[in-house]
Structures are given as C-alpha cells and as structure tokens.
C-alpha cells in the first residue's frame, strides 16, 4: 500500500468513526424533538444521559478527516469544498447551532422539560445535518463533480439537488436515528418501560432505512450507472453484507437484544461506507481525480502519516478515559 493509499485508508476510517459516534448524537436529536407520550420527558433524559459531555469529543473525527484531507489530498479538498459549498455550509452551520442549543439548554431549566426554542433548534439541526451531509456524499458517489485542470467545472447544484441524493440525505438520517435508538436500548436497560419507547422507535427507524436503502438501490440501478457499477463491482462483497445484516440488527430488536443491535446497526452503518469506499477505488473524486493522482508531495504524506500515528498513541486512550469517566454524566442529569 502506498502512503496515499495509507492516507486515503485513514481518512475513511477518520469518516467512519464520526458517522458511527456522531450519527447517535444527531439520531439522539431527532428522537429528542420528536419525544411523545407519557414519558416524553423521561425519553428525552435519557437522551442527554446518553449524549453527555461526550458529544464533542465526537466532532474530533470529523475536525482530524477535514484537516486530513487538506494536508494529503489538497486539490480534492479545494474541488470539494467549491462544488459542494451550500451543503456544505449548511451542514456546519448545522453543527454549530446543534451544539449552542444543547449546552444551553443542558444548563437551563427546561433542559429536558416541554419542547422549548432550544430544544426545536437542537433536534432541527440534528436532521438537517447528517440530510445535508448525505446530499454532499451523494454527488460525489455519482461523478457529479467535475474538475478540470485543477477547477470545478460542474455547477453549484449539480449532484446533491437530485432524487437520489435526497433519498441518501433521507438515508443518512434515518440511519443515525437507526443508531441513537440502538444504543438508547442499551443506556434504558435499567428501565424496561422506557426501553420499550426506544425498542418501538429502533423498529420504525430500521424500516425506514431498509426501504430507503433499498429505494436508493433501485435509483441507482435506474439514473445513476456509476453508484451502481461501484456497488455491484468491487464494492459488491460490502453490499452484500450489509443487505445480510441489516434483517439481523431487526432480529436483534424484535428479539429485545440491545448488545446484537448495537454492534449490527453501528455494522451497518460501517458496511454502507465501506461498500461506497471500495467500490470508488481507487478514485477520490470520481470520474476526475484519483488518489494517486492528488495526493501531496510523498514527503508530506510520510510527515503526516508519522504524526498521526503518534497523535493517536495519545488520543485512543484519552477517549477511552472520557468515555470511561464521564459516560451519561450531564448537568442535565442533575
């Protein structure tokens, strides 16, 4: 493996890691703001437990792949950043108000009382986030972005503005509320009534993903050839697989198995990045750039890869001890 290939690896691993850890965040939200019942209020201290001081720990996969990808592949970072500046953009004003509405919140009295302001600009943001994000994944999955010598030649809207990218950005979502509602069953275990209202919402979310996944499949086999060829080529194995396991994460919460749902749905989440990763390779934005073709100086590339083996030594273990020590610690909590 080259030390682009290395690169390109961890980058996605980079990804991955923030959809897996970040998504239940973003799925904490929506279950947040669409709360119901009698104990509504109980549901949506479960969210804040669970989502705890943690939450921003979570954004440092994403801070480490957009830092990344502009060290080691900096034409690819500029194209992207150009051609998908309004998904983009409203992605990471998303972020930045989901995180204000939930500190302020968290501190406040209705913290986990009746939907208040903070609470809708909370769960909003947490839908229009990943919906945005799986618009942006979409045009680049497609070949909608089109660079030539080093410039974007395909318009502001080409790619994230279609029928299949709105089904992906709608995937997007219903996956991190796929996750949030998994793992919600294993924070309420303690609570077999409130686990029943997440067990509930795990089976709607797991539906809606299914069939969105595989509306998606059917787009992609009918407009859009290259997503297609990718997922039926080198990605098949992957796709496969997560076709396989996705009828085993349902098991899991027919069955009332929180531990099975867990790792199945967050399995899930991985298997449908992989299986667009191998199956674009060895392209980083296809059909134009490939990552031999952009990646940094080889002196560059060793640099960072050194420096990020060393950061991690430190960083692995300190998120471990975050996640040890303050696990569903919260003001809100309190």
């Known amino acids: 493996m080259s030390a682009a290939d290395a690169a390109a690896t ?10 897996v850890l970040a998504g239940a965040d973003f799925g904490g939200g929506v279950w947040d703001i669409f ?8 549901q949506r201290r479960a969210v804040a437990r669970a989502m705890g001081p943690v939450w921003e720990a ?3 996969w994403l801070i480490f792949m957009i830092t990344g990808l502009f060290t080691t592949f900096p034409v690819a970072f500029s194209s992207l950043a150009i051609a998908l500046f309004i998904p983009v953009t409203i992605s990471l004003m998303g972020i930045v108000l989901r995180g204000a509405a939930f500190a302020f919140r968290a501190h406040g009295r209705e913290a986990v009382g009746p939907t208040s302001p903070w609470g ?3 769960g909003g943001s947490s839908i229009v986030t990943p919906f945005f994000l799986g ?3 979409a045009a680049v999955a497609t070949g909608a972005i089109r660079i030539t010598d080093g410039k974007v030649v395909s318009g502001f809207g080409d790619g994230w503005t279609t029928a299949f990218a709105v089904v992906i950005g709608l995937l997007a979502v219903a996956l991190c509320a796929y ?6 069953m294993v924070e309420t275990e303690d609570d077999p009534t409130l686990q029943a209202d997440f067990r509930s919402r795990a089976l709607f979310a797991s539906v809606a993903s299914g069939g969105l996944a595989l509306v998606g499949l059917w787009l992609a086999y009918a407009q859009e050839p290259r997503v297609w060829s990718d997922l039926s080529g080198n990605g098949l194995l992957l796709t496969l697989l997560a076709l396989i396991n996705g009828p085993i994460a349902l098991w899991g919460v027919w069955r009332l198995r929180p ?5 199945a749905v967050a399995a899930q989440m991985t298997l449908v990045l992989w299986a667009w990763a191998v199956g674009q390779w060895p392209y980083l934005v296809p059909p134009d750039l490939t990552i031999a073709a952009v990646a940094a100086p080889a002196s560059t590339l060793r640099a960072w890869l050194v420096v990020t083996g060393g950061g991690m030594i430190l960083l692995l273990p300190s998120l471990a001890l975050l996640f040890r ?3 569903a610690r919260n003001p809100a909590a309190a």
């Open 179 to 184: 996750l949030a509602a998994a793992y919600l």
């Open 325 to 327: 020590v303050f696990k």
């Open 10 to 19: 961890l980058l996605w691993l980079s990804l991955t890691a923030y959809a």
């Open 35 to 42: 709360a119901s019942g009698p104990r509504k209020q109980a």
């Open 259 to 263: 531990g099975v749902v867990r790792v």
């Open 135 to 137: 618009t942006a994944a």
């Open 58 to 60: 979570n954004h440092v």
């Open 120 to 122: 809708i600009v909370f």
